[in-house]
C-alpha cells in the first residue's frame, strides 16, 4: 500500500530534525531533502533520503549519524537492522549528539542489537536530555508516568512533557494533550488538550491528527465542525494513522464534513482493515455484506467478521451471532449464535441483547387453542422466516450506524468516564491486543477511540 509510511518512522525523522546541530548550509540542504525522501510511503524514495543520510554520515556529518541509525532501526529506505542502528548510534555519541545518545539508550530499552537494561537505557536518556533532546525528555516522562525504573509519579512526568514540548517534540505536546483530557496532575480541561492536540498534529504528529479530529466531530474542547474533523482525519491517514484511516472512512461511507462516497469508504475500511484494525474490518464486513461500497459478499463479510472476532471485538462478535442466526454467509447454527451474542450482550449498546430477546420470542410454542385437535401440529420450526431474515439486516444496517458513525459524531448518549475499552483492535505502535485502547470520548464499540495502548505506553511510543 503505496500511502503509508509508519508513524513511528515519521515522529523519529521529526524529532531528529529538530534535535540536531545543523553543519554547512549545502549539508542543511541535503539533510533536508533526505528527511523529505524518508517521509514517503514508497521504499524506493525512502532510499534515496537513506543514501544522502549514508554518504553524509561517512563524511561525519553528526546530524547524518543520528538519521541513519534511526532508519536502519525503523527499516526506512534500507532493511531493518538493529545491529547497524545501534552501531552508528554510538558513533554519533561519541560526537555528544543528544540524538544518537537516546538512540542508544533507546537501543538498551527495547534489548536491539544489545541485552535488555532499562536502567543503562534511562542514564542515556538523562545525558541526551542534559544536552537538549526533546525525544529523551518525553521518554524520561513516560518513564515517571507508568514507573518502573523510577518511581511512578505523574507531576514529575508532566514537568518533563513541558520540558518535551518546549523542546519541539511533538510526542510531548500528544501526552500533555492526554494530561489535560484525563486530568492527570492537572486540572482536566478539555480546551487545553485540544490547543495541545493541535500543536502536536500540526507538527506531524499522527496520533494528535486523529484525535484532533474526533474533538471537531464531537465539539469536546473546540466547536464542533464536521469538515475540520474530515480534513484532520484525512491527514492522519496521509500520515499512516490507522485510526484515522478507519474514521476517514466512517467520513465518507456516511457523507460527514464531506460529500457521501461509499466506496471510497468502503477503501478507507480496507486501508485500516488488512493493517490489524478490527473495527475497520467489521465495517468492511458490514459493506459486503450489505452491499454498500461493496458487492454483495456475506461469505467475505463472515471472513472478515471472524477475524476480528479473534481480537475479541464486540461488534464483529454480535455480527457473527446474526450471521449464524440467519444462515447468511455461513451454514446456520441458532445454538452458535446464541453463544456468540451472550458472550457480548450488555456490552455493545443493547444490540446483542434485543436481538437475543426476538430469537427467544420466535422459539416460543405457539399458544395451544382450547378446542379439538384431529392430529398433532408438527413442531414449530425456529429457523427464521424470510421476513427475519431481513429484519436481521435491517439490525446489521442498524449496527452501522451503532458502531459507526453514531458515536463518533456524538448522535447517542456516550461514556465521559475514561479507561473504557475498545473491542480489542491492534495498537500501530506495538502491535499488542490484550490491553485495548482507553476511550475517554465514549468508548462504545466501534466509537472512534483514542489511541492509548494498553499494552505499551499510555502515552505514546518510546521515542527511538
Known sequence: MTRFIAAAAVAALLVGQLSFAQGGN??????????????????????KGFAIYQR???????KAIGELGNCYGSGVGTKKDDDAALSWYRKGAELENPRSIRGVGTSFYHGKGV????????????KAAGLGDGGAMRNIGIEYEHG???????????????????????????????????GMAVAQNYTQAALWYEKAARNGNADAMNNLGVYYSSG??????????FSWFRDGYLAGNLEATRNLGMCYFNGLGVEKDQERGATCYWSAARLGHADAKVDLGLCYYLGQGR???AKEAVALWTEAAELGNFRALCSLGIAYDTGVGVAQDTAKAKELLKRVAGQDNGLAGKYLAQMEQREKPAAVQRRPQTSPKAPQSTRPSSAEVNSAEKVLEAAVLLGGAALLFGMLSTDESSGRKSGGSICPECGGSGGGYNTPTGGGPGSAYFVRCGVCSGTGRISD
Open 26 to 47: 549545502g549539508d542543511a540542504d541535503e539533510l533536508s531533502r533526505a528527511a523529505g525522501y524518508c517521509q514517503s510511503s514508497d521504499f524506493a524514495t525512502q532510499a
Open 56 to 62: 553524509l554520515a561517512e563524511m561525519g556529518n553528526p
Open 115 to 126: 541485552r535488555e537494561d532499562r536502567k543503562e537505557a534511562f542514564r542515556w536518556w538523562e
Open 148 to 182: 518502573g525504573v523510577v518511581e511512578k509519579d505523574a507531576a514529575v512526568a508532566i514537568t518533563w512533557y513541558r520540558k518535551a514540548a518546549d523542546a519541539g517534540d511533538a510526542g510531548a505536546m500528544q501526552a500533555l494533550a492526554l494530561c489535560y483530557e484525563n
Open 220 to 229: 469536546r474542547g473546540v466547536a464542533k465542525d464536521l469538515k475540520q474533523a
Open 295 to 297: 458487492p454483495t459478499d
